[in-house]
């Protein structure tokens, strides 16, 4: 259900654009006398829809609504008016970003098929904010799968070689332990030699 806050500082009037706005359009609506009611009232309540009267005490509606901006950016903005003024109409476009104006006296019907196209107007651009949010996503992700499979692929490629390797160490280290013994088995032989000159020198023999 779309959410819409209603500001305007008099109360019949307020009273009005709920009834049609509850009973007849189905919308959840708050409202409020002014516009530093309804800031209060907007870290509550989050509308897709904010609709002022441009003549209000205090602050205007062009005003506030430029205010709004900064607590809920992606809700539409409407200014209630009777003042026909291209000045105030440029500084509510330019300033407040508003979509869209409503005349006085207020007619149910064009004012609910006003309401209801800003509305999708705010679902549209909601759901393109979303695809592209979710098209970063999927770049992100992409560019991430990227990353890691490249180490993976250039392992997987390479297997066969470091199998080689493998081998050509294993037969390194079988060489190495087969000259261990063979040095060994020399050291013996020269040991067993220097014993029998020993013997030889002790026995005095002379042609062996």
């Not at 706005?21 to 409020?32: D, F, I």
């Not at 009611?37 to 002022?52: G, M, Q, T, V, Y």
């Not at 770049?139 to 997987?156: K, R």
């Amino acid at each position: 259900m779309h959410r819409i806050l209603c500001v305007d500082h008099d109360r019949y009037t307020l009273d009005l654009l709920r009834e049609i706005l509850e009973k007849r359009g189905g919308y959840k609506v708050e409202t409020a006398l002014s516009g530093e009611e309804a800031l209060d009232r907007l870290h509550d309540f989050k509308p897709d829809l904010i609709l002022s009267d441009y003549t209000m005490a205090g602050m205007d509606g062009v005003e506030f609504l430029r205010l709004t901006r900064s607590i809920v950016p992606d809700a539409v903005r409407m200014l209630i008016t009777g003042n026909g003024s291209l000045d105030v109409a440029m500084d509510a476009i330019n300033e407040a970003h508003v979509y869209r104006f409503v005349t006085k006296p207020i007619e149910a019907h064009g004012f609910l098929l006003s309401i209801r196209r800003s509305l999708e107007h705010h679902d549209l651009i909601a759901q393109m904010v979303h695809s592209e949010k979710m098209a970063s996503i999927g770049q992100l992700a992409a560019g991430v799968a990227h990353e890691i499979n490249s180490p993976v692929g250039f392992v997987m490629s390479n297997l066969g070689t470091l199998s080689d390797y493998v081998v050509a160490v294993r037969r390194f280290l079988s060489a190495c332990d087969e000259v261990h013994a063979d040095a060994a088995e020399v050291a013996e032989l020269k040991e067993s030699l220097e014993r029998l000159r020993a013997v030889k020198e002790e026995s005095d023999i002379e042609y062996i």
